[in-house]
């Protein structure tokens, strides 16, 4: 998707025709962008205030509220959330009968510092007819601890909205650094990863775009899409087996074998385990 920074209704409206178009395709389970409602590069703390919204009675979470009722369908979508006089770059989680949670960006990037708050909501994982559903935006993925304290909660899949950029030191057609560490996670912790990038460039800032949901094995399975054009990558997936196929053989169970008595189970976080 290409966000057009500042103009939230055209945002919304376009997403909900791209939601459309989705559920149209088969899919129950939708991820759209970082920051899908408003776009991304602002260039003051009153700019990006000004476009934030309450979650989930704001009119962007109210629209995509309506759409999943509409549709039964389950959507993670990035909003810019405004709570009091503070900010957020969070997502909002939405079911057939509503609104589920919210997640926030817990690793600010760049000028972000300078309008959201870190996100104190911690990694929480979310109990769904689907499954269990974590989320991480962007720049969490490149901390690995962000997919292991949901794994290690149960969840069957993460769903990253995002607004990823080009790397130094990426040669010319290689594929997203962030597509290699979602399909790294996905394999070490035995979980889907449903990445759902935006393309274009917003006040000189070029996006990399390459969407893609990754296998619990580490292979994609559908994706990665281009860099330059709006596409709906989908893929009919089992969230079940990312539980059962932790077993790699009749020793190895990826989490499991964690030597929890040289560190902490849950990283020091304060949260109990779920099943895994």
Not at 60 to 67: F, H
Not at 206 to 232: K, M, N, Y
């Amino acid at each position: 998707m290409e966000p057009r920074l500042g103009d939230t209704a055209a945002n919304v409206a376009h997403s909900l025709d791209l939601i459309a178009k989705a559920a149209d395709g088969g899919a129950t389970l939708i991820v759209l962008p970082e920051l899908a409602n408003t776009g991304y590069v602002f260039e003051t703390r009153a700019e990006a205030f000004a476009l934030a919204e309450t979650i989930p009675d704001g009119p962007t979470s109210t629209a995509w509220i309506e759409i999943a009722a509409a549709r039964g369908l389950h959507i993670v979508a990035g909003i810019t959330e405004r709570e009091g006089n503070a900010l957020y770059n969070s997502a909002v989680v939405i079911g057939p009968e509503g609104y589920i949670g919210t997640y926030r960006k817990m690793h600010l990037w760049g000028n972000e510092h300078l309008f959201f708050e870190p996100g104190n909501n911690g990694f929480p994982v979310f109990q769904t007819a689907l499954g269990r559903i974590g989320v991480a935006i962007c720049y969490d993925g490149w901390f690995p601890e962000t997919y292991r304290l949901q794994a290690l909660q149960g969840a069957d899949i993460v769903c990253v909205p995002t607004n990823w950029v080009p790397i130094p030191g990426q040669a010319e057609g290689r594929e997203a650094m962030a597509n290699i560490l979602a399909m790294a996670a996905a394999h070490s912790n035995s979980l889907y990863i449903a990445c759902a990038d935006r393309i274009g460039t917003e006040r000189g800032q070029p996006f990399e775009g390459q969407s893609l949901i990754v296998g619990h094995t580490g292979w994609p399975a559908a994706g990665p899409a281009s860099r330059d054009a709006e596409e709906i990558v989908s893929a009919e997936i089992d969230l079940g087996a990312a539980r059962r196929d932790r077993n790699w053989n009749a020793f190895n169970q990826v989490l499991r074998d964690r030597r929890t008595d040289v560190y902490a189970e849950m990283l020091g976080a304060d949260i109990p385990r779920g099943w895994y």
